[in-house]
């Protein structure tokens, strides 16, 4: 009889965590049917091999599943990346650190937030376009490294130089880090899922890209309608008026 304990617990747990990651990620990469397939064959794999005990066809199974888990490397590459990043953080540990030893943030947050949101407000209702990404814990230094070189505290003024239209800097991300402006003109990946709406155009899509492979909260201003949108987490907040922004960047 088959002894349940805390390590088969465990066991279940990590397995059903990793499937419902990659589930969420193939919804949101358009691979759903493609992931609905693949587990459709582990599960006849393991019924065959495992509990009808059909040896041929098991092992023509099993080297199946050995060529499907390379596919399932490619395909969902992006999503393992993303774990991966995540796991070896400095910063997320470095985060973990701080809970021993917490300090009161609030200061902190509103000398980055308040300048970002003024900006933000200005770009809009001039209808000028900008790309703006708050590094989380997650690093975004690879993108960083694309762009130009600021180094910079962080200023409303700034900013709005930085995305004036026609300037050097203007086409591309800023990526803020620990209230200092990184680097400019940076190049993000973009995302093709297909619940992207229609009207929107590489600005968009380059920000909800990164979103969804890291844990950066990026801003996008639109040079058409001057909307002002949040992604985080591959999840669009549209139209933020200026009180919603500041609070969803507080969050």
Same mark, same amino acid.
């Given at each position: ?6 390590? /088969?617990?465990?066991? #279940? ?11 969420? !990620?193939?919804?949101?990469?358009? &691979? $759903?049917? *493609? ?13 065959? @091999?495992?509990?009808? %005990?059909?040896?041929?066809? !098991? ?20 999503? *393992?990346?993303?774990? $991966? ?17 917490? +300090? ?9 937030? /308040? ?22 814990? /997650? ?6 490294? &694309? ?11 700034? *900013?709005? %130089? ?6 050097? $800097?203007?086409?591309?991300?800023? #990526? #803020?880090? /620990? !209230? ?10 973009? @995302?093709?899922?297909?619940? *992207? ?5 590489? +600005?968009?899509? @380059? ?17 058409? &309608? !001057?909307?002002? &949108? ?11 008026? #200026?009180?919603? $922004? ?6």
């Amino acid at each position: 009889m088959w002894d349940f304990g805390i390590k /088969d617990a465990i066991d #279940i747990l990590v397995v059903a965590w990793a499937l419902y990651y990659l589930y969420r !990620g193939a919804q949101r990469n358009g &691979t $759903l049917v *493609i992931f609905q397939g693949i587990m459709a064959i582990i599960v006849v794999w393991l019924v065959v @091999s495992q509990m009808l %005990q059909m040896r041929l066809l !098991g092992a023509i199974m099993d080297s199946a599943v050995g060529v499907g888990l390379i596919a399932v490397v490619i395909i969902f590459q992006n999503d *393992i990346r993303q774990v $991966l990043v995540r796991v070896g953080s400095r910063r997320r540990w470095s985060s973990l650190l701080r809970v021993f030893g917490r +300090r009161n943030l609030d200061s902190e947050e509103k000398s980055w937030v /308040d300048p970002v949101v003024l900006a933000c407000r200005n770009m809009s209702q001039q209808k000028v376009g900008a790309l703006i990404c708050i590094e989380g814990t /997650d690093s975004l230094q690879q993108y960083a490294d &694309t762009g130009d070189l600021i180094d910079a505290r962080l200023s409303t003024r700034l *900013i709005e %130089q930085i995305f004036y239209k026609n300037t050097p $800097l203007h086409d591309g991300a800023m #990526i #803020i880090r /620990d !209230g200092r402006i990184v680097s400019a003109a940076c190049i993000l990946p973009v @995302s093709h899922s297909a619940r *992207i709406p229609k009207e929107f155009g590489l +600005r968009h899509r @380059s920000g909800i890209g990164l979103s969804e492979v890291s844990d950066a909260k990026v801003i996008i201003v639109s040079e058409e &309608t !001057g909307g002002i &949108t949040l992604a985080s987490h591959g999840r669009l907040h549209r139209d933020l008026n #200026i009180n919603t $922004l500041q609070k969803l960047l507080l969050k």
